[in-house]
């Protein structure tokens, strides 16, 4: 039986979503207002339970807050489940700097998620957010996630981009990074002359990985560009081996993924893709501004792979929508 929906399908402050199916029920797990200002107290990350997909209820919040040197701002948290056990993946640093990658524990998808490990340094990476881990096909795990590059020339620009890396477990990260994909597109521009590590730089970013693998090509969708502008959407980049590497020719005129609607629907992405309760539809589940720009809520739209690559069958924001 169909269901029907109108995005948001969440009135709350609620960016960077991961939703994902654990058992008979759906969760989402994102980047609440207090997350987002640096106000969290005891605990982090605004976590909600539906049946449907469609409708939504608050359970909480997933993380108890780790010791407070480590920050006061937490970013895009993303759940893997193995054997059991719940892996919950963010990020913590202060404000827009100094970010580490960490995982938290929990035996059931509701949490309560207690901090066990940081994955990375911020002495030898001072910037790093929004990891996502992905199972390959052979069973491997690896992360992808996004840091900071400061080289350029005429064809890469300076700023965040994506990187993977192969999980020794899931709390240790094993080797180095391998590049998935720098920016070098004029829409990825995240501001010009941004102050940055004592320099002044023309900063793009690539930030948001998701990764699907459809008939032997992983497609690493990601969302580009400055989350409070216009321009912010979800591209894709394409690579018939998990470390790459990867294309993202044809990308040069914008998000082909997901973009913006003038006037209604401002900065959608930072997107997760879930089955749907058919078993066999995809789901983008993604934050977006409303015209007013009074908060990043989340949103849902199916998704497809076609000839040219995934494509959001939305950005929608009027009119009854059906979830099978």
Do not use: K
């Amino acid at each position: 039986m169909a269901l029907t929906y109108v995005n948001p399908v969440y009135g709350e402050y609620f960016a960077d979503p991961f939703a994902w199916r654990s058992g008979d029920l759906y969760f989402a797990v994102g980047t609440g207002s207090a997350e987002a200002s640096g106000s969290v107290r005891a605990t982090a990350f605004p976590l909600l339970e539906s049946a449907d997909l469609v409708h939504w209820r608050p359970i909480g919040d997933a993380l108890v807050r780790p010791d407070p040197r480590l920050g006061d701002t937490f970013w895009a948290p993303e759940v893997a489940e193995r054997d059991g056990r719940f892996f919950l993946y963010y990020s913590v640093g202060f404000g827009d700097r100094r970010h580490q990658l960490r995982v938290a524990l929990s035996d059931r998808p509701q949490g309560p998620y207690h901090d066990a490990a940081p994955l990375t340094d911020v002495e030898e990476c001072p910037f790093a957010i929004d990891p996502h881990p992905f199972r390959d096909a052979d069973g491997r795990d690896y992360l992808f996630h996004a840091r900071d590059f400061l080289d350029h020339d005429e064809h890469t620009r300076a700023g965040t981009a994506l990187v993977v890396q192969e999980l020794a477990s899931m709390t240790r990260l094993a080797g180095e990074p391998r590049t998935v994909l720098r920016a070098h597109f004029d829409w990825q521009r995240f501001a010009s002359n941004r102050a940055m590590y004592g320099g002044t730089y023309d900063w793009h970013t690539l930030e948001g990985p998701f990764v699907l693998l459809r008939d032997g090509i992983y497609y690493c969708t990601y969302s580009g560009g400055c989350w409070q502008t216009s321009g912010y959407g979800v591209d894709f980049a394409t690579s018939n081996d998990v470390l790459g590497p990867y294309s993202d020719d044809g990308g040069e005129s914008g998000p082909r993924v997901l973009r913006g609607v003038p006037g209604h629907v401002i900065g959608p992405g930072h997107h997760s893709v879930v089955r749907g309760p058919d078993g066999a539809t995809d789901y983008a589940v993604y934050h977006a501004w409303d015209a007013s720009m009074s908060a990043r809520r989340m949103c849902i739209d199916p998704l497809v792979i076609t000839a040219e690559g995934p494509r959001c069958l939305g950005p929608t924001f009027a009119g009854v929508r059906a979830v099978t």
